[in-house]
């Protein structure tokens, strides 16, 4: 989507990646490998399917502290026919689980998931029935051209071989080094000689390569009834965990139908709940659309105010709408209606700063991924998948390689409430994989990770790019904002004028050097071209396919 000149800046800066074009493909991802995966299988004649799962297999191997086919996530597929599907292939609670397993020690704002012994953040009661690796199959299955096998080489290939430890890894490794130390796995393979592998340094997981090829010769039935299931249960009844093969068998993916709502002539299209992305970002854009915001200028004291009042808006609203709809009535549709949003727009002040009514905050890692693909025959998957926190429950399944989630960690340990725990019960999300229209077209498709500041931080970009008209490469990476419990969070690059302009209307000014983490997109041109983009906060890389086979009847002579 070409647009016109950017808009007016106070807050300027400078980007660090360059784009990437392409006329037949666009694989972007937080790694270089696994974009390369995804784009081996565009040229070996797959669609974006096939693509995002193979990505997605890579970033188990390459980004292991980040994804694995023990966590779960949201996969947003339009197809050729430009229908869209939603596979929630979220982590459900065990079915022995209940809402008081957990000893709460506080209920404090920021600290409501604080439990004795932190059993809902590591270790095995804190994994959560994984749904990865079922919905990436099925996806393929229902969706992709290539068969697993083929899909899952690259992941085998990295795995079994090896990759260079990038600086982000070894820092996550370091980050995490006194739970990783606990499990005797992950110890060896991390902490070798009880050192964070450094980078350079080369990474071989060999149980974790053959589990991926009994995946490619057995499928989701490797896990949902197989022998990595055996073994992953078998864990669970040795160390205090709570998932049994009934819980496995009984794991079941949701295809949603996304939310809509529209922005200044676009079409907004994200996930329904459990996630909060489609309602809360159609609900803010709805707030803004009643302000010039372009003309505001991008970074402006006025225009920082607007995003700050209309996220803490949705954040009061937030607590009734992120549970899973099968436990919980979540009021959708006037959520979303543009007549709630100008009830909402007409509290807000312009020139002060209000405290609203927070929901529960605090329930979610930062520690996800997301890929973004399209291909040349109408094809898009905007995919966000985690294992929750960083390593998960840093817990590795013995002779595997599989590291579990710990997706406990996003309910509520308190009983009674809407995010309760209940056996069953999926979690929440704050996952965004969303896609932009305009006129029946698809315009751009993009993600992050960065719990809670996940979905905020897609509207922005969203902003950026119909608002303050920015390249792609601009909106993924300006400088973002968040605010929390009357704290406003501006990334450096704002200028510090702007965050004495904002504290003097009552705002609390908090820097951070990074607002939620490496957005990963894909630009949609007039001229039927693909533009990808990475941001700085992650090791996110573009890859263009352009190109094609030879011209029909073409032959080569002397």
């Given at each position: 989507?070409?647009?016109s000149a950017p808009?007016?800046?106070?807050?300027d800066?400078t980007?660090e990646k360059?784009p990437?074009?392409?006329s037949?493909g666009?694989?972007?991802t937080?790694?270089p490998l696994?974009?390369?995966?995804?784009?081996q299988m565009?040229l070996?004649g797959?669609n974006a399917?096939?693509a995002a799962?193979?990505?997605?297999?890579?970033?188990?191997?390459?980004?292991?502290?980040?994804?694995g086919?023990l966590?779960g996530?949201?996969?947003?597929i339009?197809?050729?026919d430009?229908s869209?599907?939603?596979?929630?292939?979220?982590?459900?609670?065990p079915g022995?689980?209940?809402?008081?397993m957990y000893?709460c020690?506080s209920d404090?704002?920021?600290?409501?998931r604080?439990?004795?012994?932190?059993?809902?953040?590591v270790?095995a009661k804190?994994?959560?029935?994984?749904g990865?690796?079922?919905?990436?199959?099925e996806?393929?299955?229902?969706?992709?051209?290539?068969?697993?096998a083929?899909?899952?080489?690259?992941?085998?290939?990295?795995?079994e071989?090896g990759f260079?430890?990038t600086?982000?890894?070894?820092n996550?490794i370091?980050?995490k080094a006194a739970?990783?130390?606990?499990?005797?796995g992950l110890a060896a393979?991390?902490?070798p000689?009880?050192?964070p592998?450094?980078?350079g340094?080369?990474?071989v997981q060999?149980?974790?390569?053959?589990?991926?090829?009994?995946?490619?010769?057995e499928?989701?039935r490797?896990?949902y009834?197989?022998?990595?299931?055996a073994?992953?249960?078998?864990y669970?009844?040795?160390?205090?965990g709570?998932?049994?093969p009934e819980?496995l068998a009984?794991y079941?993916t949701?295809?949603r139908e996304?939310?809509?709502?529209?922005y200044?002539g676009?079409?907004?299209?994200?996930?329904?709940p459990?996630?909060?992305?489609?309602?809360?970002?159609a609900?803010?854009?709805n707030?803004?659309?009643?302000?010039?915001i372009?003309?505001?200028g991008?970074?402006?004291v006025d225009?920082v105010?607007?995003l700050?009042?209309?996220?803490?808006i949705?954040?009061?609203?937030?607590?009734?709408?992120t549970?899973d709809?099968?436990?919980?009535r979540v009021?959708v549709?006037?959520?979303?209606?543009?007549g709630?949003?100008?009830?909402?727009?007409?509290l807000?002040?312009t020139?002060?700063a209000k405290?609203?009514?927070?929901g529960?905050?605090?329930?979610e890692s930062?520690d996800?991924t997301?890929v973004?693909?399209a291909d040349?025959?109408?094809?898009?998957v905007?995919?966000?998948?985690?294992?929750n926190g960083?390593?998960?429950?840093c817990?590795?399944?013995?002779g595997t390689g599989?590291?579990?989630n710990?997706y406990m960690?996003?309910?509520?340990p308190?009983?009674?409430?809407a995010?309760s725990?209940?056996?069953g019960?999926?979690v929440?999300?704050?996952?965004?994989?969303?896609?932009?229209?305009?006129e029946g077209?698809?315009?751009?498709?993009?993600?992050?990770p960065g719990a809670?500041?996940?979905f905020?931080?897609?509207?922005?970009?969203i902003?950026?790019l119909?608002?303050?008209r920015m390249?792609?490469?601009?909106a993924v990476e300006?400088?973002?904002?968040?605010?929390e419990g009357g704290?406003l969070?501006l990334?450096?690059a704002?200028p510090?004028a702007?965050?004495e302009?904002?504290?003097?209307?009552?705002h609390r000014?908090m820097?951070?050097?990074?607002?939620?983490?490496?957005?990963?997109?894909i630009?949609f041109?007039?001229?039927g071209?693909l533009?990808?983009?990475?941001?700085?906060r992650?090791d996110?890389?573009p890859v263009?396919?352009?190109?094609?086979?030879a011209?029909?009847g073409?032959?080569f002579s002397l």
């Open positions: 989507m070409t647009l808009a007016r800046r106070v807050a800066f980007c360059k990437a074009t392409g037949r666009m694989v972007v937080n790694h696994a974009s390369a995966a995804g784009s565009l070996a797959g399917v096939d799962v193979a990505a997605l297999f890579a970033l188990t191997v390459a980004e292991p502290m980040m994804v086919v966590g996530g949201l996969s947003h339009r197809l050729a430009g869209h599907r939603i596979i929630d292939n979220l982590s459900t609670a022995r689980a209940t809402p008081g000893d020690l404090e704002i920021g600290r409501q604080d439990t004795r012994d932190r059993e809902n953040l270790g804190a994994v959560a029935v994984p990865a690796l079922k919905g990436w199959c996806a393929l299955e229902r969706f992709g051209s290539l068969k697993l083929d899909v899952l080489q690259p992941a085998i290939a990295l795995a071989r260079t430890v600086p982000y890894l070894s996550c370091a980050d739970d990783l130390a606990r499990d005797p393979m991390l902490l000689g009880g050192t592998l450094q980078p340094d080369r990474l060999g149980d974790y390569a053959q589990s991926l090829r009994l995946i490619a010769r499928g989701a490797a896990l009834g197989g022998a990595l299931g073994a992953l249960t078998g669970m009844a040795r160390h205090g709570l998932i049994g819980d009984d079941r949701q295809t996304p939310i809509r709502g529209s200044r676009y079409e907004i299209v994200g996930p329904p459990p996630s909060s992305s489609g309602v809360h970002i609900q803010m854009l707030i803004l659309e009643g302000y010039e372009g003309a505001l991008f970074g402006s225009a105010h607007l700050a009042e209309a996220l803490k949705a954040f009061a609203d937030r607590a009734v709408a549970a709809p099968a436990f919980v009021p549709a006037r959520l979303i209606d543009k709630y949003a100008a009830e909402r727009r007409a807000i002040e020139g002060r405290s609203w009514t927070a529960l905050s605090g329930g930062a996800t997301h973004t693909v040349a025959d109408g094809y898009v905007s995919a966000t998948q985690t294992i960083l390593f998960g429950a817990v590795q399944i013995p599989m590291i579990a710990n960690f996003n309910f509520d308190h009983p009674g409430r995010l725990i209940a056996p019960k999926r929440f999300t704050s996952m965004a994989p969303m896609m932009v229209l305009k077209r698809i315009a751009y498709a993009l993600g992050l809670l500041r996940i905020p931080s897609a509207l922005q970009a902003v950026n119909i608002d303050h390249s792609l490469q601009e300006a400088p973002r904002v968040w605010t704290v969070e990334e450096e704002i510090e702007v965050a302009g904002l504290a003097a209307r009552g000014i820097r951070s050097p990074r607002v939620a983490g490496g957005m990963n997109a630009a041109n007039a001229d071209t533009t990808g983009a990475a941001c700085w992650a996110g890389t263009a396919i352009s190109g094609g086979l011209r029909a073409a032959r």
